[in-house]
T-cell receptor, first 112, second 112 residues
Framework: GQQLNQSPQSMFIQEGEDVSMNCTSSSIFNTWLWYKQEPGEGPVLLIALYKAGELTSNGRLTAQFGITRKDSFLNISASIPSDVGIYFCAGQLSQGAQKLVFGQGTRLTINP | DAGITQSPRHKVTETGTPVTLRCHQTENHRYMYWYRQDPGHGLRLIHYSYGVKDTDKGEVSDGYSVSRSKTEDFLLTLESATSSQTSVYFC???????????FGQGTRLTVV
């Protein structure tokens, strides 16, 4: 079953606000990926993380690989209308084959 | 954009009929994945491949089979489609462990 817990499931914010979301697991991961999906499209990669403690930015987006390797965080600063969409975390487990497991997604809605 | 193409993009089929979805890549990536996306469930792994003729099951593999006879193509077959297999199906490709995964545009399948 699902091994990643992503929260919150949905967010309703005002334009200009900062956004935070996270994924947690009881398992250890050695790769974390964050994606954004817009209606009718496939997920698009935002940020990739490969080392515990790593902090990586992509414009107004910042993501961190948790030091315990069991969690990851995504922050969006100064949100704008085009940030609307569903954000997914994905992780590769340290053990086993090359599977990627996904969180259930965070749906972001922005009020202008 | 990653060279990944899914076909067909939309399909309506009747219960009990066989259906094959195709994923084609031009990146020569080793790993290919099939996911299904349903409301409230995020992306769930059906099957994946780690090389030609090398495949393994994901978390929701019942009722699905796959084949990979060459690097660029990964086929997903529903032997006898059921209404519970109505979903959006995404293919993803990945060059190796600890690398990013890139998604196709998706196939919307409706089983009536």
């Amino acid at each position: 079953g699902q091994q990643l817990n992503q929260s919150p499931q949905s967010m309703f914010i005002q334009e200009g606000e900062d956004v935070s979301m996270n994924c947690t697991s009881s398992s250890i991961f050695n790769t974390w990926l964050w994606y954004k999906q817009e209606p009718g499209e496939g997920p698009v990669l935002l940020i990739a993380l490969y080392k515990a403690g790593e902090l990586t930015s992509n414009g107004r987006l910042t993501a961190q690989f948790g030091i315990t390797r069991k969690d990851s965080f995504l922050n969006i600063s100064a949100s704008i209308p085009s940030d609307v969409g569903i954000y997914f975390c994905a992780g590769q487990l340290s053990q086993g084959a090359q599977k990627l497991v996904f969180g259930q997604g965070t749906r972001l809605t922005i009020n202008p | 954009d990653a060279g990944i193409t899914q076909s067909p993009r939309h399909k309506v089929t009747e219960t009990g009929t066989p259906v094959t979805l195709r994923c084609h890549q031009t990146e020569n990536h080793r790993y290919m994945y099939w996911y299904r996306q349903d409301p409230g469930h995020g992306l769930r792994l059906i099957h994946y491949s780690y090389g030609v003729k090398d495949t393994d099951k994901g978390e929701v593999s019942d009722g699905y089979s796959v084949s990979r006879s060459k690097t660029e193509d990964f086929l997903l077959t529903l032997e006898s489609a059921t209404s519970s297999q109505t979903s959006v199906y995404f293919c993803a490709i990945r060059g190796g462990s600890n690398t990013e995964a890139f998604f196709g545009q998706g196939t919307r399948l409706t089983v009536v």
